[in-house]
């Protein structure tokens, strides 16, 4: 369950994103609270705690709750638990209507648990129905690649089947840079409901610039239609050792480059070795992500105003899948916007994702 | 001094050296590791790798493109034998999950097969191949195989999987390792599996591999592991060949 989605649901005065307290559906913070200056309950120091509900006490009397639940924690705060007798007399009088005992909290705690729970096994249950779909999607486009096969065999010149494809037609040779990008896509939806295949089949070498430079040529076609040109600069002889699934990074990150940047627009592919790996970055013009929606891009399904209004179709697992793949090469992916204009009464710059790709060692 | 004494007493002391040699030699123990590495072309081994693709849907492999390639490959649509599959008759087994098993029920179908292969022979090279990538009830499918291919495949990514596991796994050592681990594991002592490898070498050294077999089968009773004994070690003298 979103976070903002457990804070509407609970009956107590809470911490918002936007670190200030807002009413509980049942109970309201108090005006004191809303004044507040020294802020103990925002404080760092209390996510140091380790169990599920922990209880402290504000310089003002308050209590304050910190419900620890497995993707956030829910600061309750502008209560008076029945056993804080730090608060004073007067003040605990004036707010007696905060007054609550910590088994109504751990009871709300529990609900709340169980009830992420059940949405999570239930979501899980239909994204595996969807997925197990798609195992008859993959058996169809086993039959797309023996039949483009069969026509690249029959029709393309060359002494081997590699050399069949480099000679083939334009046409020919932009349906099978489809159906490899195809193949891919299938195999970044196993990702979600199986992120273990991130890490199957071992690691062997990755040719970084051939990789790169082959990913950005299926990227071409669909570029050229919004009169974008895709270039891949740079240099590097490293082959260091990943995971099958790390081309899963390049193919979100330039599919993404070319879906929302402006036309007419240039994406730059920089690939530069250096004394640890490889750097890569990804830049493309385009409306920039917001400073508030930067921590939120690699939240699964999560897609930003700005990719919102470019493109109303998209499922926000993108950056999402790319993350998972980075994690488990210990590679991070940055974003940074740079500033040029604004139009439309959107701040339009470069979009930069950059990650380091360890070398071998 | 008398020359032609020093020069006789040198003389016989080298001659004795050398005879000792040479006797040193025909009772010492050849090893695998001495031998220069196998002359063999890759094309030529690509034609004798045996390769066999097991999966209900023949659209999913490019086998005759592959077969075009130069590549040997066999295609059943479920398992026929299992005992060729353990006794390392094929160098490479392409495994699917499903629907593989309709004579041998078993109720995991390809994991199972899988599971078996490796219990009766682990050195057997098994690609885990599958459209089953999402399903995180076949984890262990992907995790027990030597390598994965996650369907759906172009022939280019079959023939890099092909040519990245015989450089990788067809090789003089990694058969005398996979041989060496299953005569340790029956028991067998170390003098009678230097008398094999002495054995095997000879017969690559002589180009005549005709005692090879009766020595093997000397050495190990279970005739089941005779079997795969004497596979990989004809597969190491045909790489020398």
């Not at chain 1, 195992?135 to 483009?148: F, L």
């Not at chain 2, 004795?16 to 094309?43: C, D, H, V």
């Not at chain 2, 659209?59 to 353990?86: H, M, N, R, T």
Request: hydrophobic share 40%; with cysteine; charged share 25%.
């Amino acid at each position: 369950m979103p976070f903002d989605a457990i804070l509407a649901i609970c009956p107590f005065p809470t911490i918002n994103k936007e670190r200030k307290i807002t009413n509980g559906f049942l109970i309201g913070a108090p005006r004191y609270c809303k004044k507040c200056r020294e802020g103990d309950c925002k404080k760092d120091t209390l996510q140091q705690a380790n169990q599920a509900i922990t209880h402290s006490v504000c310089s003002n009397g308050f209590s304050i709750f910190l419900l620890r639940f497995d993707a956030y924690d829910v600061l309750i705060a502008g209560v008076i638990s029945d056993n804080n007798h730090h608060i004073r007399g007067e003040r605990r009088q004036a707010y007696r209507k905060n007054i609550i005992s910590p088994a109504i909290i751990q009871s709300w705690y529990d609900a709340v648990s169980q009830l992420n729970e059940f949405i999570s096994s239930g979501i899980s249950k239909t994204v595996r129905d969807s997925i197990a779909e798609l195992h008859d999607v993959k058996r169809t486009t086993s039959v797309v690649n023996r039949n483009a096969e069969s026509v690249i065999k029959e029709y393309s010149a060359g002494s081997s089947f590699g050399d069949k494809v480099e000679n083939a037609s334009p046409p020919l040779k932009a349906l099978y840079k489809s159906i490899t990008l195809l193949n891919s896509r299938l195999d970044m939806m196993s990702i979600i409901t199986n992120p273990g295949y991130v890490t199957d089949g071992g690691l062997r070498n990755f040719p970084v610039m051939k990789i790169f430079y082959m990913i950005a040529k299926i990227f071409e076609e669909e570029a050229a239609q919004k009169q974008i040109r895709i270039s891949v600069e740079g240099q590097s002889k490293n082959t260091p050792k990943l995971y099958k699934t790390f081309d899963a990074i390049p193919i979100v990150l330039i599919d993404n480059a070319v879906k929302y940047s402006l036309p007419n627009q240039e994406i730059t592919v920089l690939i530069e070795d250096n004394n640890r790996g490889v750097n890569a970055s990804i830049s493309s013009f385009g409306p920039l992500v917001s400073k508030e929606e930067i921590s939120r891009i690699f939240e699964k399904e999560y897609r930003t105003e700005s990719a919102i209004q470019a493109e109303s179709k998209g499922s926000g697992l993108g950056l999402h899948i790319a993350k998972i793949v980075a994690d488990a090469h210990a590679v991070k992916i940055e974003y940074r916007a740079e500033f040029k204009t604004t139009m439309n009464k959107q701040k339009v710059g470069n979009n930069i994702f950059a990650f380091e790709i360890p070398g071998n060692s | 001094m008398d020359w032609k004494y020093v020069i006789g007493i040198i003389s016989t002391v080298a001659l004795f050296i050398w005879i000792g040699r040479k006797l040193m030699g025909l009772f010492s123990k050849k090893q695998l590791e001495t031998l220069p590495q196998p002359a063999i072309t890759y094309n030529e081994l690509k034609k004798r790798i045996r390769i066999i693709v097991i999966d209900d849907d023949k659209e999913s492999f490019p086998i005759e493109i592959l077969k075009d390639e130069g590549y040997a490959i066999d295609y059943w649509a479920e398992v026929q034998s299992l005992s060729k599959l353990e006794d390392g008759y094929y160098d490479i087994i392409f495994l699917d999950i499903k629907g593989i098993t309709k004579k041998y029920h078993t109720p995991n179908e390809g994991i199972d097969i899988l599971k078996h292969i490796k219990k009766e022979n682990p050195s057997q090279i098994v690609v885990a191949f599958s459209g089953h990538s999402f399903d995180l009830s076949k984890s262990e499918f992907w995790k027990i195989a030597d390598d994965t291919l996650a369907k759906p495949v172009t022939a280019i990514d079959c023939k890099e999987k092909i040519d990245e596991l015989i450089k990788k796994f067809i090789t003089p050592h990694y058969f005398w390792l996979a041989i060496n681990n299953i005569l340790q594991q029956h028991g067998v002592k170390e003098k009678q599996i230097r008398r094999i490898e002495h054995q095997l070498v000879k017969a690559i050294e002589s180009k005549n591999d005709s005692n090879l077999k009766p020595v093997i089968e000397s050495v190990i009773d279970d005739v089941n592991m005779t079997t795969r004994v004497i596979n990989m070690a004809f597969k190491i003298v045909g790489l020398f060949k």
